[in-house]
């Protein structure tokens, strides 16, 4: 999968993560904060964590979800550990 691929995935994860302000995808980048940007709460956050692991097929067991910042960091952590 491309790193476009990745990135437009991901935004419908958040864009389902933060159902509640769907409209900061609009502005939506790979330097957005998650949280300060995006608007994601520890909720959401745990419930885009899941939403990865299930649809890349991947597991955040050598970092925590909460080490990833900016859509980029979640981006090339992807990248590197999708089977």
Do not use: H
């Amino acid at each position: 999968m491309s790193r476009n691929e990745i990135f437009n995935k991901l935004k419908e994860l958040i864009k389902l993560a933060n159902s509640s302000n769907p409209e900061v995808l609009d502005s939506c980048s790979e330097e957005s904060d998650l949280r300060g940007d995006l608007g994601l709460t520890s909720i959401g956050v745990l419930y885009l964590a899941i939403s990865i692991e299930q649809e890349f097929n991947i597991e955040f067991t050598d970092s925590s979800f909460d080490d990833f910042t900016k859509v980029k960091d979640v981006i090339d952590y992807i990248e590197k550990n999708q089977k």
